[in-house]
């Protein structure tokens, strides 16, 4: 297909075969698995995938790659949800096991945010993103990427690096590297929240300003006493802060309300 790539939409499209391969071994679908697929595109991961599997779920934006999709011989193996992903609602498929794809970088964090409302209904994702956002989601107290991003997606997923990704291995080439990270459903594993909007609050105003203590980050949701009851010292900086403590503390203030 003569498609000229859409910027706006995100599109850097895969061709090295190596990469390919290695992605499919790392989502390793098994026939009866319930799949999606984030921006199929020109169907560089969806042809593969589709034929490891029964059948396959793609969810693309841009109406000329949704018509080019049709007419693969692959297309009897596809539905395709034709739409922005932001909007798309997951619950409606029965029994998602992986979600996977090579996300559109420019909104992946609005994605990953998206994408953790369901997380109790599926398994396990695999994406290609920014290298650098791979590396805030996995990254660990003290890390200099550690920050909010890891914090709120951690609370819902164990999270692993896969694969690291040139820009070579894509058409049109991107300015950043790539990597493909593994994230696995396992809600609980740094704490459960009482009241989670109130640890998403806890998180942003914690790292509105990185180089800040968490005394003068948190003025006005914590004092001293309440950072201190749950292990914290008001004069450390929040990535020094471990996820657990973030809940801990959470849930300490909302007992107190
Ligand atoms: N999977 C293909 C590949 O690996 O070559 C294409 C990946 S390309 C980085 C991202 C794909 O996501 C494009 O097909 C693009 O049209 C689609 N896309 C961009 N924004 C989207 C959105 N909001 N909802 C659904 N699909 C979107």
Do not use: W
Request: charge should be neutral; include cysteine; charged fraction near 20%.
């Amino acid at each position: 297909m003569n498609h000229t790539a859409r910027k706006r939409f995100g599109q850097n499209f895969l061709h090295d075969m190596h990469i390919i391969h290695a992605i499919i071994q790392a989502i390793n679908p098994q026939p009866d698995d319930i799949v999606v697929e984030i921006g199929p595109g020109l169907g560089a991961l969806t042809k593969p995938l589709s034929g490891c599997l029964k059948h396959l779920h793609v969810i693309e934006i841009d109406r000329d790659i949704i018509e080019y999709l049709q007419n693969q011989p692959f297309a009897d193996k596809l539905t395709i949800h034709s739409g922005d992903v932001l909007k798309f609602d997951f619950a409606q498929i029965r029994g998602i096991k992986k979600i996977v794809g090579n996300l559109p970088y420019n909104i992946s964090t609005p994605l990953l945010f998206h994408l953790a409302h369901y997380a109790n209904e599926i398994s396990e994702m695999h994406f290609m993103l920014q290298k650098e956002v791979v590396e805030r989601m996995c990254a660990t107290p003290s890390n200099k990427h550690y920050g909010r991003l890891s914090v709120a997606l951690q609370y819902f997923f164990a999270m692993e690096k896969m694969i690291d990704v040139p820009p070579a291995a894509f058409e049109p080439a991107p300015k950043v590297d790539s990597a493909v990270v593994r994230m696995i459903t396992d809600i609980g594993r740094i704490g459960v929240a009482h009241n989670f909007n109130h640890f998403s609050q806890v998180l942003t105003q914690s790292f509105a300003m990185r180089r800040k203590t968490i005394h003068n980050n948190l003025k006005g949701l914590a004092d001293d006493d309440d950072l201190l009851a749950v292990g914290i010292s008001p004069s450390c900086r929040p990535e020094n802060i471990t996820p657990e403590q973030f809940v801990a503390l959470s849930n300490y203030l909302v007992e107190k309300i």
